[in-house]
């Protein structure tokens, strides 16, 4: 069976070297690099499945080379891996096609995750899961852009919690005695916990003061930084702009 392809384009020999050593065992390495132009002119030569690039290359940076994929006719799967982890640059990566930004040192087991995520789209074996991948995406972009860390529990109770208000969203009128349970079910803990989660990874956006990042997401002034939605305002609220926008 053919394995996915994957670029690997990093300034750091280390980091290109750990990734080479954690996806070897199941992708193929079919090239890695420092230089964006040599990254684009692979990738516009080549096949390639997944490129995992940094932002800070030679010659040209991964901005301008995220543009440039733009052009091409089969584009890769991007995933960002840097340590520039300033509001405007992690915006500026998504809006310019990446997938996910991660950021450095990252953790292998979340990139593994994300890795499989993105080429699971590649791959035709289940409609129903590949069709849920956009969505999926598009959360976890907000979750980016507002601030609320991948390592925490709260991330994917949080993530659980919309796409269940999306699929029905009566459930947020019974956010304790039906949504809750159920997320717990799910991920084998108890109700407390996940509701105790949920409230921790919105409080960590607003500690971080991303309020306007928030806002704009929203496209409307929705809280200031003395305003904090509960749980339930803040998953309708991601539910319906998910609804709105034909997810």
Known sequence: ???????????????????????????????????GNET????????????ITDLVLSSIDGFELLEKIKTLKEKPKIIVVSNLTHDGFVSKAIE??????????????????????????????NLKTIKNKPLEEKITNIFITVGIPAHI???????????????NPDIINSITKKLYPAIAEKFETSASKVERAIRHAIEVAWNRGKIENINSVF????????EKPTNGEFIALVADKMIIEGF
Request: proline share 2%; aromatic share 12%; net charge negative.
């Open 1 to 35: 069976m053919e394995k996915y392809k994957i670029y690997i384009s990093d300034n750091s020999e280390n980091v290109v070297r750990e990734l080479e050593e954690l996806l070897k065992p199941q992708y193929d390495i079919v090239g890695t690099g420092f230089d």
């Open 40 to 51: 684009f002119e692979f990738l516009k030569q080549n096949k390639v499945d997944l490129l």
């Open 96 to 125: 310019e096609g990446a997938s996910y930004f991660m950021i450095k040192p990252f953790d292998k087991s979340t990139l593994l995750k994300r890795i499989e995520e993105l080429l699971l789209e590649k791959k035709d074996v």
């Open 153 to 167: 529990k709260g991330y994917q109770y949080l993530r659980e919690a919309i796409k269940m208000a999306i699929e």
């Open 219 to 226: 496209q409307i002034k929705v809280y200031d930084s003395n």
